[in-house]
T-cell receptor, first 112, second 115 residues
Framework: EAQVTQNPRYLITVTGKKLTVTCSQN?????MSWYRQDPGLGLRQIYYSMNVEVTDKGDVPEGYKVSRKEKRNFPLILESPSPNQTSLYFC???????????FGPGTRLTVT | DAKTTQPNSMESNEEEPVHLPCNHS???????IHWYRQLPSQGPEYVIHGLTSNVNNRMASLAIAEDRKSSTLILHRATLRDAAVYYCILRVYNAGGTSYGKLTFGQGTILTVHP
């Protein structure tokens, strides 16, 4: 089944404790991206990657890092999480030239 | 980026058609109209897209006004599973059909379907 998977689905952590949210897709898509969703603000793009080793900032990149060493994986790294990064995070992927973007199920992160 | 305007919420009864409107008066010639929906506790999912002509797929139909300043997503027979937030999004493609892929989500329309 074609899908985007994220792990973990739920995470509660404390301020300053480094964490990684993994994202993997099995569709051989070139393009991958991370969004965060907050009430009243909609979904905002954090980082995106056009292909392996090619990443760039989205609209709200501060406090996040990403890497794209393999085509299928696009982890989101929070080096020193803060409470304002409490949010619902979505990973997405798309084949270059396609109009349809596939989203993962989301990761709900709480930073205390 | 061109902006879209949608009603905050709409209601429908099961098995009735639903027409979800979207205004995009500042749309440019290279903007494609996309619709995504987000079911409760899930990530957004693609519904349909179009440029100028009306479009149909297995999920819905998209009716685009002749001046392209508005469009309507049509669910022909609403089911309880169609209850979701529906987002109307404009996305630019270059002449080669490439887009940078960012989808700018607004607040969307919350669709409630009554049994």
């Amino acid at each position: 089944e074609a899908q985007v998977t994220q792990n973990p689905r739920y995470l509660i952590t404390v301020t300053g404790k480094k964490l990684t949210v993994t994202c993997s897709q099995n569709m051989n898509h070139e393009y991958m991206s991370w969004y965060r969703q907050d009430p009243g603000l909609g979904l905002r793009q954090i980082y995106y990657s056009m292909n392996v080793e090619v990443t760039d900032k989205g609209d709200v990149p501060e406090g996040y890092k990403v890497s794209r060493k393999e085509k299928r994986n696009f982890p989101l790294i929070l080096e020193s999480p803060s409470p304002n990064q409490t949010s619902l995070y979505f990973c997405a992927s798309r084949r270059t030239g396609s109009y349809e973007q596939y989203f993962g199920p989301g990761t709900r992160l709480t930073v205390t | 980026d061109a902006k879209t305007t949608q009603p905050n919420s709409m209601e429908s009864n099961e098995e009735e058609p639903v027409h979800l409107p979207c205004n995009h008066s500042t749309i440019s010639g290279t903007d494609y109209i996309h619709w995504y929906r987000q079911l409760p506790s899930q990530g957004p999912e693609y519904v349909i897209h179009g440029l100028t002509s009306n479009v149909n797929n297995r999920m819905a139909s998209l009716a685009i006004a002749e001046d392209r300043k508005s469009s309507t997503l049509i669910l022909h027979r609403a089911t309880l599973r169609d209850a979701a937030v529906y987002y109307c999004i404009l996305r630019v493609y270059n002449a080669g059909g490439t887009s940078y892929g960012k989808l700018t989500f607004g607040q969307g329309t919350i669709l409630t379907v009554h049994p």
